[in-house]
């Protein structure tokens, strides 16, 4: 579980904070360059000081055959702090300051804290957002569509490790709606956002584990 966890954690930052690094299907759906998708997520999340959502998320385990589903809660606000939460039955928070990630497992009774290299660091990821996208970054392939006021962006890194593909939906003023995950070994993690909020008044309080 921890480290199902500490992946899911890096690509919620790959996704969520860091498309500046990366780059519903219908019949009707206008496509978008593979740019003007990833400019637009770098645009949307440049422009928040700070977010704050509930989630749903449903844990496909295609060797067991299982869905687990779980809800919680997840923020981020600038500099350099992130904070991710799911309750019970399958309880876990996770804590990013800046490059040290602390992780509680409470049903397993563990508690551990990591120090990530300063370029994993919350503060490093979100300067590269504030720099307009030019040409697109190598070693993964990206489609994007607009349809019915959402843009979404399919990520599917070419190296073949961990991730197999990430899909983010997002509403035109930005706000996330659905984040899919597939990893190589067909194991699916899907989240819903829910009562989205973006910049509003967040403090240091909103963000530690008790």
Avoid at 3 to 17: D, S, T
Avoid at 141 to 147: L, P, Q, S, T, W
Avoid at 177 to 200: C, G, K, M, S, Y
Wanted: hydrophobic share 40%; with cysteine; charged share 25%.
């Amino acid at each position: 579980m921890a480290e199902f966890l500490h992946r899911l954690l890096a690509v919620l930052l790959l996704a969520v904070v860091a498309v500046a690094f990366l780059t519903t299907t219908s019949s009707c759906a206008d496509e978008l360059s593979p740019l003007e998708g990833l400019e637009f997520l770098r645009s949307r999340f440049a422009e928040m000081s700070n977010f704050t959502a509930d989630i749903t998320q449903e844990k496909q385990i295609a060797l067991l055959r299982k869905t687990i589903t779980s809800n919680g809660l997840v923020r981020f606000k600038r500099p350099d702090m992130f904070y991710m939460e799911v309750y019970p039955p399958y309880p876990s928070c996770l804590l990013l300051r800046d490059n040290v990630l602390t992780m509680l497992l409470p049903e397993e009774g563990v508690k551990q804290e990591t120090v990530l290299p300063p370029a994993e660091g919350l503060s490093h990821w979100f300067g590269l957002i504030e720099r307009p996208l030019t040409s697109l970054p190598e070693g993964i392939d990206v489609r994007a569509e607009r349809h019915d006021g959402r843009i979404t962006v399919w990520m599917n890194p070419k190296d073949k490790k961990g991730v197999k593909e990430i899909k983010l939906t997002l509403l035109e003023d930005g706000r996330p709606r659905e984040l899919v995950i597939v990893e190589q070994n067909l194991d699916r993690t899907v989240i819903q956002f829910d009562h989205v909020r973006t910049n509003v008044d967040l403090t240091a309080d909103d963000f530690h584990i008790k």
